[in-house]
């Protein structure tokens, strides 16, 4: 379920081998997950089927104040894996809250108070908005202008065709794994380089810049 191996077979590949070699089939939620298996372990029993997506309807409306536009990142606050330096270093340098764009914050985790440290750092009080988890989330994604993931590694990410599903482009890191598999650069989204700061500050201004750019991935983000 993550590209981070270790959280699921043993560091040793003969142990590894030796306890599924004979599993019917190892499941992996991505292609470069299976890959990374057949590569360390050696194990060829493996299958890869994608996290579902359903059809998702928005019927309440949004019952939690946030501001008129914004980009949203959502899922859970762990700087271990998402790297809210990265997105919040992003942010400030774009200066797309200079036009008017709020940055939303949705989930719960460990990471809050780092979160609340980073945004004193780069003096964003103004322009940062966090609410917690919600249960039915799909309203607040489908009015986002855009959706951005900055993990260092995932799975296959549910918020990325969440955010897809519900004809929301997505800014995304090319991380292992996931987005390079959903998202098309240009086409449904952007996929820039991780770990780099300008490059992903550069994604967020090009969709608030760029109408035409903007409109094409808005236009194909439900059909992918």
């Known amino acids: 379920h993550s590209f981070y191996l270790q959280n699921y077979l043993p560091k040793s590949v003969f142990l590894a ?3 599924y070699q004979k599993a019917d089939r190892i499941v992996c939620v991505s292609k470069s997950i299976e890959e990374q298996v057949n590569q360390q372990y050696g194990l060829k029993n493996t299958i ?16 939690i104040a946030v501001p008129e536009n914004y980009i949203l990142f959502y899922g859970r606050l762990e700087d271990a894996v998402k790297n809210f330096s990265l997105l919040f ?18 989930g719960d985790g460990s990471s809050e108070a780092r979160i609340h440290e980073l945004i004193a ?17 799909f309203a607040i994604v489908k009015l986002a202008k855009f959706t951005v993931l ?16 519900l004809g929301t482009p997505v800014v995304s890191v090319d991380c292992n794994s996931g987005p390079r598999e959903v998202i098309v650069n240009e086409k449904n989204g952007l996929l820039v380089e991780n770990h780099n700061v300008s490059k992903l500050s550069d994604a967020m201004s090009r969709f608030v810049h760029d109408e035409v750019l903007y409109r094409v991935c808005k236009e194909n983000a439900a059909a992918s």
Do not use: R, W
């Open 121 to 137: 750092e780069l003096e964003l009080e103004n322009y940062v908005t966090m609410i917690p988890f919600q249960k039915d989330p």
């Open 89 to 106: 270093n992003a942010f400030f340098q774009s200066k797309i809250y200079e036009q008017g764009i709020h940055l939303v914050i949705m």
């Open 150 to 165: 900055t993990s260092y590694y995932e799975g296959f990410p549910m918020s990325v065709i969440e955010s897809l599903a």
């Open 17 to 19: 081998t030796k306890l």
């Open 48 to 63: 890869t089927i994608y996290n579902p997506i359903k059809s998702i309807t928005v019927e309440a409306p949004i019952e």
